[in-house]
C-alpha cells in the first residue's frame, strides 16, 4: 500500500464541485502529481538530477513556488504501473476519508468527492472486467474506434487479413462489406479508409475496388461469414 503522507497533505485544495467535469479535472491533477512523485528516476537535460532538485519540482507541483525553476523534459517511468483504481483505492480515497474538522464547506465537498470517486472506482473495475471478457472470448481490444466500430468489427478485420493474404483486393472487400454491415463506421469513407491504411499500417493503397471488381468474392464472403458468424454468436 502507497505511502499517502507522502503524496499529499492539502486539503482539497483547488477542488471545485460545480459540476462532474471540474471534479474530474482535480482528480487527474491528483493523479499525475502522485505519478510524477513516485517515479523512480528523473531526468532533465537526459541527466538524473539530485534528490535536491526533485525536491524542489515536487514543490512545483503542489503550487508552492520552489526557490528556482527546473525545467523537466523527460520522466523516467518506473517498474510498477501505477492505474487510477491503485491510486483511488490506495491513496486518493484513504486520503480523502482521512480528513477531520472541516469546516461545513469543507464538509460538502468531501462528500461530493467521495462520491465520484466511488463511482468512477465502480466503473474502472466494470471496465476491467469487460477487457477480461473479451480477452477470454479471443476478441481485441479496437485500437482505431475512429475506424470500426467496435472491438468485435476489429477482431474481424484482423482475424480474416490474418487468414488470407494482404492483398488490395482483400483490403477492398473489408471495407465494401464491414461499411455496409455498419462494422465500419459510417463517417469513413474510401478515402478516410485508404488513409488509415496508409497512415496506421504501413499499406501501400491508393484505390479501393468496387465490390463487383473484387475477384475471388465468394471464396472471401466464405471466410468472412466463418470469422463474422464466430463472434457474433459469441457475443
Known amino acids: 500500500m502507497f505511502d499517502k503522507n507522502q503524496y499529499c497533505d492539502m486539503c482539497l485544495v483547488g477542488l471545485n464541485t460545480e459540476s462532474k467535469n471540474t471534479i474530474n479535472k482535480y482528480f487527474q491533477i491528483q493523479f499525475n502529481r502522485f505519478l510524477?512523485?513516485?517515479?523512480?528516476?528523473?531526468?532533465?537535460?537526459?541527466?538524473?538530477?539530485?534528490?535536491?532538485?526533485?525536491?524542489?519540482?515536487?514543490?512545483?507541483?503542489?503550487?508552492?513556488?520552489?526557490?528556482?525553476?527546473?525545467?523537466?523534459?523527460?520522466?523516467?517511468?518506473?517498474?510498477?504501473?501505477?492505474?487510477?483504481?491503485?491510486?483511488?483505492?490506495?491513496?486518493?480515497?484513504?486520503?480523502?476519508?482521512?480528513?477531520?474538522?472541516?469546516?461545513?464547506?469543507?464538509?460538502?465537498?468531501?462528500?461530493?468527492?467521495?462520491?465520484?470517486?466511488?463511482?468512477?472506482?465502480?466503473?474502472?473495475?466494470?471496465k476491467e472486467q469487460e477487457e477480461q471478457k473479451l480477452k477470454q472470448n479471443g476478441i481485441i481490444k479496437n485500437k482505431y474506434p475512429h475506424i470500426f466500430g467496435n472491438d468485435i468489427a476489429y477482431t474481424i478485420f484482423n482475424e480474416y487479413l490474418s487468414k488470407g493474404k494482404l492483398t488490395k483486393a482483400n483490403y477492398s472487400f473489408l471495407y465494401r462489406k464491414m461499411f455496409d454491415e455498419e462494422l465500419i463506421n459510417e463517417t469513413v469513407k474510401v478515402s478516410g479508409y485508404i488513409s488509415f491504411l496508409n497512415t496506421h499500417l504501413n499499406i501501400d493503397i491508393d484505390k479501393i475496388k468496387t465490390i463487383h471488381q473484387i475477384g475471388s468474392r465468394e471464396d472471401k464472403?466464405?471466410?468472412?461469414?466463418?470469422?463474422?458468424?464466430?463472434?457474433?454468436?459469441?457475443?
Open 36 to 126: 510524477f512523485i513516485h517515479s523512480t528516476k528523473v531526468l532533465l537535460n537526459g541527466k538524473e538530477i539530485t534528490e535536491e532538485e526533485k525536491i524542489l519540482i515536487r514543490l512545483a507541483f503542489f503550487n508552492i513556488k520552489p526557490k528556482s525553476k527546473i525545467e523537466v523534459n523527460k520522466i523516467a517511468k518506473g517498474g510498477i504501473k501505477l492505474t487510477e483504481r491503485m491510486f483511488i483505492e490506495n491513496v486518493e480515497l484513504p486520503r480523502i476519508e482521512a480528513m477531520n474538522n472541516l469546516d461545513p464547506i469543507k464538509k460538502e465537498q468531501k462528500r461530493i468527492y467521495i462520491e465520484f470517486l466511488k463511482n468512477k472506482l465502480k466503473q474502472l473495475k466494470e
Open 221 to 235: 464472403e466464405i471466410i468472412y461469414y466463418q470469422i463474422k458468424e464466430k463472434y457474433i454468436k459469441k457475443n
